[in-house]
């Protein structure tokens, strides 16, 4: 047995607990408020409600609400030039994972020179190291991302369409702010598409960890067993706190805690591909459409992975088709969910733009740093082709 672990963050957990805002050391005396726009009056509320708390705590706040479900380099730099304007000494982001990403980028850039897409990692990006950031709360709405309690920050390059991870330690929020009662009020299909985004973050990193870190198996099963109980509960009652629960739970910080200790697979970097491109694609309809196709194609590579995931969805191995049980489970539970039949057309996407997709999968973003095995473009053109609908 092998364990490296480091969770930095500090979990405020349970429902009705953002009422403790203002009892909490929080880590400055300016906050700048990145969320989302939108037009629920509830959402409205919501951010009047997190001022009037830090107004409590004598904590100045300043909003900025112009972050999209991806959010992008340009909104990350109009953000944080607000936030060096009014003086801010920290960052919350107030919302889903598009929103506390981008408060994190923010949040990067407040203490960091140059440019946003300097410190990518991958594609276009300049490589350079990310040392430090200030310092981030997270208060989250959704439960999918797992981002309140992991160092990475997903930004979409507009002028180029990459849709690329930032990752380092710094971006670990320091507080963490998950109260289901918050989450109640979500549409049906970003309840499926956000709670099956944290069963592959849990599944992925599974399969990447080949059993050497007994904690990533111990909270993959966890956050795989209450998404599979819970996320149908919650599609169809969405006010059951209970279940609420159990998935932010499970999504917010179990699967948040896997990608603390270890990267997805590829899986996940031609999902963001799609959504990159195709920016009306939610990353949990990205990953559904191609999730059947691509986990039939790695079997061979790591059926052993496979079948374990398998078996926490409840599927047993299949005799003679090694590694193919996680693959039937997720078919089985997307026909429950109701999401087995999305299709990349009806988002605009064409059979003309799928090696167009693959290029840049394999060649800008690039997949053979994350995957044990290697998935040539030809195999995620034919994952692609496949998927097809």
């Known amino acids: 047995m092998k364990i490296d672990a480091q969770m930095p963050t500090r979990i405020i957990f349970g429902a009705g607990r953002l009422d403790e805002l203002a009892s909490l050391d929080l880590p400055g005396s300016h906050a700048l408020i990145c969320t989302g726009k939108s037009a629920r009056p509830e959402r409205k509320e919501l951010l009047a409600r997190v001022i009037k708390l830090l107004d409590g705590a004598e904590i ?24 060096k304007e009014a003086g801010c000494d920290f960052v919350i982001g107030l919302g889903g994972g598009s929103s506390i990403d981008g408060a994190k980028a923010v949040a990067m850039m407040m203490r960091q020179g140059g440019r946003l897409w300097d410190y990518a990692y991958t594609g276009t990006g300049g490589r350079k190291e990310i040392t430090c950031a200030a310092p ?10 797992g981002t309140e309690t992991d160092p990475y920050s997903v ?11 930032f990752a380092a330690d710094a971006l670990c929020p320091v507080l963490s702010i ?19 985004d944290a069963l592959f973050h849990a599944a992925e990193c599974a399969i990447t960890n080949r059993g050497e870190n007994r904690l990533v198996d111990v909270f993959a099963q966890e956050s795989i067993s209450n998404v599979l109980a819970w996320l149908p509960v919650v599609v169809e009652d969405p006010g059951n706190i209970e279940g609420r629960a ?15 200790l270890i990267n997805t697979t590829s899986h996940h970097i031609i999902a963001q591909t799609i959504g990159g491109m ?5 990353h949990g309809a990205s990953l559904i459409m191609i999730a059947e196709e691509y986990y039939r194609r790695i079997a061979e590579f790591v059926p052993d992975e496979l079948d374990r995931v398998g078996a926490y969805l409840g599927v047993d191995p299949c005799g003679g088709r090694r590694g193919q049980s996680f693959a039937d489970g997720l078919g089985s539970l997307f026909d429950c969910l109701g999401v087995r039949g999305i299709a990349m057309s009806e988002y605009g996407i064409t059979r003309e733009d799928l090696p167009v997709i693959a290029d840049a999968a394999v060649n800008r973003t690039g997949i053979a740093d994350v995957d044990l095995y290697t998935l040539t473009e030809d195999d995620v053109l034919g994952i692609l082709q496949r998927s097809y609908r």
Do not use: H
């Open 60 to 83: 100045d706040a300043t909003a900025y609400e112009g972050m999209t479900p991806n959010p992008t380099d340009e909104e990350v730099r109009e953000a944080c030039e607000l936030a």
């Open 136 to 145: 981030v709360v997270a208060i989250s709405t959704t439960a999918g991302t």
């Open 155 to 165: 930004i979409t390059k507009v002028e180029t369409g990459e849709k690329l991870d």
């Open 178 to 196: 998950i109260d289901p009662e918050l989450m109640v009020s979500l549409p049906k299909d970003q309840t499926i598409y956000q709670g099956v």
């Open 246 to 260: 159990m998935i932010a739970y499970a999504a917010d910080i179990c699967s948040g805690y896997t990608q603390t």
């Open 278 to 282: 195709f920016p009306s694609v939610a």
